[in-house]
């Protein structure tokens, strides 16, 4: 399939050898709880993928990242959900760092440590819980000497096994006293926080999606990122640039996913050319819509036209990906369905992208206004 050789190519480049070193192992083993895709991801310098090459990282550009995406979610949908978790973390923090004073030398320093030190960076934002805002923190901080003392749970968090350091939004007091949103930066070898099991279903088992508790976490205020008077935009523009990276890496490797079944289709030749196309040209156009809307970031779209492009692009390809793997399933056959559970499995993995948040009933309401002229609020 040509396109998604395009994707491998475009990971081959940025990670030599990884889309084979993958490939040499079985699916079942890949997708499995103790899979060892994430060390590979390691192994193979993927922490860099979106590091700027100031920082030792690739820099690379969205088109590129959703193809690399794309190829990982071909071979392992589990690898490529839990490391868009490390790179929309990525992209935010080092867009931040490339403008002088909007992060501290601490918080500088580290992220200067995590490609020399292969260092995964989990994200504890609010997302996996039901009905809620999805910018809600879900850990609270008290204030304490000389930081915050974080109380509260992440479930799921994929890489919960695999990362260096979490990131979580938390409330922080303002200067009127109110709430007001901020990140922390958390090491993961931080007193207090620990991992308990939580994933229970087989599908994305790889991506090591456990809980994520924190009793009593102290975190220097050095290591947290909030407004200032100078820079009160700083949150927000956090916010932004991370809700779009998420949306399109995490779609992408779906895609893959979708991509690698439609493909084994095509290379059996199953069913009538015309069965063959429909399938192909479902999945082609879940493509174009990611790549053209990362074609738009990279030139330079932004803050809520960015945001309700990657949404539009990323509710039409999840309801393309679903109908395409669904086709290609049936028709790769019942002999394919009994011999092996490897297809069935991996059409099942196309469809939690419609668990990610927003959710497209709550994104709905928002998209109208903002079709309609009204500005885009998804609070």
């Not at 918080?107 to 809620?132: D, I, K, N």
């Not at 059996?268 to 063959?276: I, L, Q, T, V, Y």
């Not at 069935?344 to 709550?362: E, G, K, M």
């Amino acid at each position: 399939m040509r396109s998604l050789e395009t994707a491998r190519a475009t990971g081959e480049r940025y990670h030599p050898g990884l889309v084979k070193a993958l490939a040499d192992i079985p699916y079942a083993e890949r997708e499995a709880a103790d899979s060892p895709v994430i060390d590979l991801f390691r192994a193979h310098d993927g922490v860099a993928l979106l590091v700027p090459v100031a920082y030792g990282g690739h820099g690379a550009d969205p088109l590129d990242a959703v193809r690399v995406q794309r190829a990982l979610g071909a071979l392992s949908p589990s690898l490529a959900a839990a490391v868009t978790m490390h790179h929309f973390t990525a992209a935010m923090l080092y867009a931040l760092a490339d403008e002088t004073g909007r992060l501290t030398g601490r918080q500088l320093s580290l992220l200067h440590s995590v490609v020399p030190e292969q260092r995964l960076m989990a994200s504890g934002w609010a997302e996996g819980r039901t009905q809620q805002n999805i910018l809600t923190p879900a850990v609270t901080a008290a204030v304490t000497v000389g930081g915050y003392r974080l109380n509260g749970s992440k479930k799921p968090c994929s890489l919960a096994g695999s990362m260096n350091l979490l990131t979580a939004s938390i409330a922080v007091p303002g200067a009127d006293g109110s709430p007001e949103l901020a990140l922390a930066l958390i090491p993961a070898d931080s007193p207090g926080l620990s991992v308990h099991p939580f994933w229970g279903n087989e599908v994305l088992a790889a991506a090591e999606s456990d809980e994520v508790q924190l009793a009593d976490v102290f975190v220097p205020e050095e290591l947290v990122i909030r407004t200032s008077e100078e820079d009160p935009h700083r949150i927000e523009d956090l916010q932004n640039a991370g809700f779009v990276w998420f949306e399109l890496l995490i779609s992408a490797g779906y895609l893959g996913a979708a991509s690698a079944l439609v493909e084994e289709v095509l290379r059996r030749e199953r069913g009538s050319a015309g069965d063959r196309a429909d399938a192909a040209i479902r999945v082609e156009a879940a493509a174009g819509l990611l790549e053209g809307t990362a074609r738009a970031v990279r030139d330079g779209i932004g803050g809520e036209e960015a945001v309700a492009q990657v949404l539009v692009a990323r509710f039409a390809a999840q309801e393309a990906l679903n109908r395409a793997s669904d086709q290609a399933l049936e028709l790769l056959g019942g002999l394919d369905f009994i011999r092996s559970g490897d297809h069935s499995r991996q059409a099942t993995a196309v469809r939690p992208l419609a668990f990610h948040p927003p959710s497209r009933a709550s994104a709905a309401g928002a998209l109208l206004a903002y079709f309609n002229g009204d500005p885009l609020d998804l609070s």
